[in-house]
T-cell receptor, first 113, second 112 residues
C-alpha cells in the first residue's frame, strides 16, 4: 500500500539559512499533520491542514510556515534556522471523512550547523 | 495542558512473555487512542487504535481502554526480540484538527 512520502530524507543547513520540507500524503487522504521530534523526545504537533486550509496550529515558531496545495501535498518552510531546530520532522496523513488514524511518513532529519 | 503519561521504562521481558504497557491521559474529552511503535531513528508506526471502552485484539496485540479511569494499555503476547522498540501512546483531541498528543514513550526490550 502507498505510504506517506517525505523529501528530502536528510538535510544539512547552516544557522540563519532556510529549509523547505515536502510531504505527499497517502492517496485520498485529506488531512496532513506536521510533527517535530527532538532527540529522546516525543513527537510534538506543529501544524495541520484539512482540505488545503490550516486546521490547527501547535508549538510552531513564527519562523516556520506551511501550506497544503491543490494536490494535497504540503510543504513546511523554515527560515532563520537555529541550532535548536535540528530534529526529525514527520508528516502524517489521515482521511478525516471516515477515520481518525494518522499514518506517518519516514521523516526528514534536519541538522543545523 | 492536555497530558499523556507513560512509564518511561525501560521495560525488559523475556522472549515469549507478555509485555504490558500503560498510559493515562488528563482530558476526559479525549475520544481516540493510539499505540505507535517506533524503532530508533525511524518514524512512528501505528499498531493499534481504540475508540470504545473495553478490549480490542489484533494478532498478538490487545489494547484496553477505560475512559472512566482515563487509562489505556497495550498488551503484547508472545513477545519477540523484534518487538524491542519504544511504544508511544497517543491521544487525539477532537474539535479542531484531531492532532495527536503523545506520551514520552516506553522503551521495551525483549530478551532472547
Amino acid at each position: 500500500a502507498a505510504g506517506v512520502i517525505q523529501s528530502p530524507r536528510h538535510l544539512i543547513k547552516e544557522k540563519r539559512e532556510t529549509a523547505t520540507l515536502k510531504c505527499y500524503p497517502i492517496p485520498r487522504h485529506d488531512t496532513v499533520y506536521w510533527y517535530q521530534q527532538g532527540p529522546g523526545q516525543d513527537p510534538q504537533f506543529l501544524i495541520s491542514f484539512y482540505e488545503k486550509m490550516q486546521s490547527d496550529k501547535g508549538s510552531i515558531p513564527d519562523r516556520f510556515s506551511a501550506q497544503q496545495f491543490s494536490d494535497y501535498h504540503s510543504e513546511l518552510n523554515m527560515s532563520s534556522l537555529e541550532l535548536g531546530d535540528s530534529a526529525l520532522y514527520f508528516c502524517a496523513s489521515s482521511r478525516r471523512t471516515n477515520s481518525y488514524e494518522q499514518y506517518f511518513g519516514p521523516g526528514t532529519r534536519l541538522t543545523v550547523t | 495542558q492536555k497530558e499523556v503519561e507513560q512509564n518511561s521504562g525501560p521495560l525488559s521481558v523475556p522472549e515469549g512473555a507478555i509485555a504490558s504497557l500503560n498510559c493515562t491521559y488528563s482530558d476526559r474529552g479525549s475520544q481516540s487512542f493510539f499505540w505507535y511503535r517506533q524503532y530508533s531513528g525511524k518514524s512512528p508506526e501505528l499498531i493499534m487504535f481504540i475508540y470504545s471502552n473495553g478490549d480490542k485484539e489484533d494478532g498478538r496485540f490487545t489494547a484496553q481502554l477505560n475512559k472512566a479511569s482515563q487509562y489505556v494499555s497495550l498488551l503484547i503476547r508472545d513477545s519477540q526480540p523484534s518487538d524491542s522498540a519504544t511504544y508511544l501512546c497517543a491521544v487525539e483531541y477532537r474539535g479542531g484538527s484531531e492532532k495527536l498528543v503523545f506520551g514520552k514513550g516506553t522503551k521495551l526490550t525483549v530478551n532472547p
